[in-house]
T-cell receptor, first 111, second 112 residues
Framework: DTEVTQTPKHLVMGMTNKKSLKCEQH?????MYWYKQKAKKPPELMFV???????INESVPSRFSPECPNSSLLNLHLHALQPEDSALYLC??????????FGQGTRLTVV | LAKTTQPISMDSYEGQEVNITCSHN???????ITWYQQFPSQGPRFIIQ???TKVTNEVASLFIPADRKSSTLSLPRVSLSDTAVYYC?????????????FGTGTRLQVTL
């Protein structure tokens, strides 16, 4: 299994809602990442987890809250988002010299 | 982190070889060079990674000169399906929780 699975594929949420994005990998990778990508822009790094501990937070607003419950799962909890947070949210994992594996992303729309 | 510079866009005809060059003047001794491909509304896909000289796999070749201040991704005989954005990344200790920071990327358009 060389996949990173993200759910849901699409999400529409109101500014007062609380929702979560989920990412799962079964490749035994110990590094996992969250990225945000706006249209026609490169992915922007948000968080990096190493061995289930948060190692990098790229000054992301607290309305985005990551969680790594175990070595296979990565969540991104969303609360009180703004319309400008609408984007494609990408999860990735990596372990060795094969590069990072990315999921297909969750297309988030905040209304 | 080493900053990367790539051409914003390139055009090619189907069947031609395409070379995309990435400049990374302040690359560090421990840094590797990695290329990704991304189609619209999909996650980036790893293409190739190298440290020095030449690396080749089933889809591409990566040429890195001795000074490592640049690298060239070579795609042999492109097809329409190679139309995508190609990103060059430079970072250390691949596979660990290092910063994978994307540059602006090169938008490749392949036509008949």
């Amino acid at each position: 299994d060389t996949e990173v699975t993200q759910t849901p594929k699409h999400l529409v949420m109101g500014m007062t809602n609380k929702k979560s994005l989920k990412c799962e990998q079964h490749m035994g990778h110990r590094a996992m990442y969250w990225y945000k990508q706006k249209a026609k822009k490169p992915p922007e790094l948000m968080f990096v987890y190493s061995y289930e501990k948060l190692s990098i937070n790229e000054s992301v607003p607290s309305r985005f809250s990551p969680e790594c419950p175990n070595s296979s799962l990565l969540n991104l909890h969303l609360h009180a988002l703004q319309p400008e947070d609408s984007a494609l949210y990408l999860c990735a994992s990596s372990q060795d010299l094969d590069g990072a594996f990315f999921g297909q992303g969750t297309r988030l729309t905040v209304v | 982190l080493a900053k990367t510079t790539q051409p914003i866009s390139m055009d090619s005809y189907e069947g031609q070889e395409v070379n995309i060059t990435c400049s990374h003047n302040n690359i560090a001794t421990n840094d590797y060079i990695t290329w990704y491909q991304q189609f619209p509304s999909q996650g980036p896909r790893f293409i190739i990674q190298g440290y020095k000289t030449k690396v080749t796999n089933e889809v591409a070749s990566l040429f890195i000169p001795a000074d490592r201040k640049s690298s060239t991704l070579s795609l042999p005989r492109v097809s329409l399906s190679d139309t995508a954005v190609y990103y060059c990344l430079v970072g250390d200790t691949p596979g660990t929780a290092s910063k994978l920071t994307f540059g602006t990327g090169t938008r490749l358009q392949v036509t008949l």
